[in-house]
């Protein structure tokens, strides 16, 4: 092979359309990484330098070495798929030149926000806001709903709504659980009570994107981002501890970079439940790899306890009762 046709191939084979082919890409070019066991999307393909790096195993490269390595194959054997993918055949033709084609992905489906504002107005009647005013009062929890867009459901008697509004002010969907008024834990029993605005609605091909819990309080400020896992949690601590912008993620799982694109220039201070330390520790050397002027740490107040599951929550609670 000559380097000629080397150089040519590197030209003319786009590494986003070829690696588009092979595993699910998003439009930002995040995709969860082939070469180890992930759920997050550590692999980042950069179309402008034709490179690929997994921020989570450190794999990286060019086309070639990405084909190389996902088919098991050898660099002439990566060359000619390329070479075939891109329909360049034996680089006589140069009048097939492959165009690439701009990557797509599905648009993102909105809940109309006249739905949530109506549901909203009930906010008070769920079991998760009977919980909150008990331990904060009628004045602070009902500050703290209206803030995050609480809303109720009548999916199940007592069921409350946590709505996802991005910056935009769009309404990405709601997530209904209940709640049991008197230990504020989740319902889980018999069937975990968890389900979406959208799917109850049986809204068509709608295309969820999550955003994180309480991102719309992103807008207008600078100020620290806390966050948690749990919705009931970004709130309560948004009452104990106002100076923050206290957001929930749901899970590990979707603290992912493209997630963070909002959080972009800010100082974040991720706070994980007990148990899932060393998890998200890993996570944030991850992203302060791929976010350079982002800071993301992990706060360290529970990682002294034992007790799986134990959040945030269950400690600033446990702290109210202590002083009462
Ligand atoms: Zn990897």
Same mark, same amino acid.
């Given at each position: 092979m000559?380097s000629?046709?080397l150089?040519y *191939?590197?030209?003319?084979?786009?590494?986003l359309?070829v690696v588009?082919s092979?595993i699910?890409l998003?439009?930002?070019? !995040?995709?969860?990484?082939?070469?180890?066991?992930?759920k997050?999307?550590?692999?980042k393909v950069?179309?402008?330098?034709? *490179? /690929?790096?997994?921020?989570g195993c450190g $794999?990286?490269?060019d086309v070639?070495d =990405?084909?190389m390595r !996902?088919k098991n194959i050898?660099?002439?054997?990566?060359?000619?798929?390329?070479?075939?993918?891109?329909?360049?055949?034996?680089?006589k033709?140069?009048?097939k030149d492959f165009?690439p084609? &701009?990557v797509?992905?599905?648009?993102?489906? %909105?809940i109309k926000?006249?739905?949530?504002i109506?549901c909203?107005e009930k906010? +008070?009647? +769920?079991?998760f806001s009977?919980?909150l005013?008990k331990h904060?009062?009628?004045r @602070?929890?009902a500050?703290?709903?209206?803030?995050?867009?609480?809303g109720?459901s009548k999916?199940?008697?007592?069921a409350?709504? /946590?709505w996802q509004?991005?910056?935009?002010? +769009?309404?990405r969907?709601?997530?209904?659980?209940l709640?049991?008024p008197?230990?504020?834990?989740r319902? @889980?029993?018999?069937?975990?009570?968890?389900n979406w605005?959208?799917k109850?609605l049986?809204?068509?091909? =709608?295309n969820?994107?999550q955003c994180?819990?309480g991102?719309h309080?992103l807008?207008?400020n @600078?100020k620290?981002v806390?966050?948690?896992?749990s919705?009931?949690?970004?709130?309560?601590?948004?009452?104990? %501890? &106002?100076?923050?912008?206290?957001l929930?993620?749901?899970s590990?799982v979707n603290?992912? $970079?493209?997630?963070?694109e909002?959080? @972009?220039g800010r100082?974040i201070?991720?706070? &994980?439940?007990?148990?899932a330390?060393p998890?998200?520790?890993?996570k944030?050397e991850?992203l302060?790899q791929?976010?350079?002027?982002?800071?993301?740490?992990v706060d360290k107040?529970l990682?002294?306890?034992?007790?799986?599951?134990?959040?945030?929550c269950?400690?600033?609670?446990?702290d109210?009762n202590?002083?009462k």
């Open positions: 000559q000629s046709q150089k *191939i590197k030209e003319k084979a786009d590494i359309q588009k092979l699910p998003t439009a930002k070019g !995040y995709a969860q990484c082939p070469f180890h066991t992930e997050s999307g550590s692999l950069d179309g402008k330098k034709q *490179i /690929f790096k997994c921020f $794999a990286s490269g070639i =990405f084909v !996902y050898t660099y002439k054997e990566a060359f000619n798929w390329i070479a075939d993918f891109c329909r360049i055949g034996d680089f033709d140069q009048a165009v084609e &701009p797509k992905e599905l648009p993102v489906s %909105y926000s006249e739905l949530m109506a909203r906010s +008070n009647i +769920n079991n009977t919980w005013r904060f009062g009628d @602070k929890a500050m703290a709903l209206a803030t995050y867009n609480v109720t999916h199940w008697p007592g409350v709504v /946590f509004v991005d910056t935009e002010s +769009n309404v969907s709601g997530k209904i659980m709640y049991d008197e230990t504020g834990k319902v @889980k029993e018999p069937y975990n009570h968890i605005v959208h109850v049986d809204l068509v091909n =709608f969820l994107k994180f819990f991102e309080l807008n207008g @600078k620290r806390c966050i948690v896992e919705e009931k949690t970004a709130i309560v601590a948004s009452i104990v %501890y &106002p100076d923050q912008v206290w929930a993620s749901g590990l603290l992912t $970079a493209e997630r963070c909002v959080l @972009k100082e201070i991720l706070f &994980p439940d007990v148990g330390f998890a998200w520790e890993e944030a991850y302060n791929v976010m350079p002027d982002t800071h993301f740490a107040t990682s002294g306890y034992t007790q799986k599951g134990y959040d945030l269950d400690y600033i609670i446990d109210l202590h002083f």
